[in-house]
């Protein structure tokens, strides 16, 4: 089986703007947890523990499914 050569340029206009919302969800989900106290599930430790493990989209829209608490 032969790999196919990939241009990564030419997903660059695509992969940029995913790339920078990732962070941004990351950095709010962070900054989110590290300033509040309560949650509707779990704790602190094991939101930031799934936040920066599964920091690729999965763990930020998780806490704020599933973990933000409303105010």
């Known amino acids: 089986m032969m790999l196919a050569?990939?241009?990564v340029q030419e997903?660059?206009?695509f992969l940029i703007p995913l790339i920078i919302l990732?962070?941004?969800?990351?950095f709010i989900a962070l900054r989110?947890?590290?300033t509040h106290d309560t949650y509707?599930?779990?704790s602190r430790k094991l939101w930031l523990l799934i936040t920066i493990?599964?920091?690729?989209?999965?763990?930020?829209?998780?806490?704020?499914a599933l973990g933000k608490e409303d105010e």
């Not at 990732?22 to 990351?26: A, E, S, Y």
């Not at 493990?53 to 704020?64: A, S, T």
Request: cysteine-free; aromatic content about 18%.
């Open 53 to 64: 493990v599964g920091m690729e989209f999965i763990g930020p829209i998780l806490y704020f």
């Open 40 to 42: 509707k599930r779990g």
């Open 22 to 26: 990732q962070f941004v969800l990351l």
């Open 32 to 34: 989110h947890i590290l």
């Open 5 to 7: 050569n990939v241009d």
């Open 11 to 13: 997903y660059l206009p």
